[in-house]
């Protein structure tokens, strides 16, 4: 499978599959952010992505202002 080329409708399909759903939220404004992805995430809230799972799995606020929550 090394070195295969997926068509755009296929890679469409591997990127809907992998991604998960979610949803930010600022305690501090009280603003909710719908993102797509982690990885959408990650960019609109400048964190990395590893740090967005974290919190994500734990539940925990993020410097005492974030909550991120998947939801698919």
């Known amino acids: 499978m090394r070195g295969r ?3 755009e409708e296929t890679k469409t ?3 809907a599959a992998n991604s998960k759903e ?3 939220f600022d305690k501090q404004i009280n ?3 719908t993102y797509t992805s982690g990885v959408q995430a990650a ?5 990395g992505e590893t740090t967005i799972r974290r ?3 734990s539940q925990k606020l993020y410097k005492a202002r974030y909550q991120v929550r998947s939801t698919g």
């Open 31 to 33: 603003e909710t952010i």
């Open 13 to 15: 399909k591997i990127c």
């Open 55 to 57: 919190y994500i799995n």
């Open 5 to 7: 080329k997926h068509s």
């Open 43 to 47: 960019e609109v809230l400048g964190w």
């Open 22 to 24: 979610g949803r930010g």
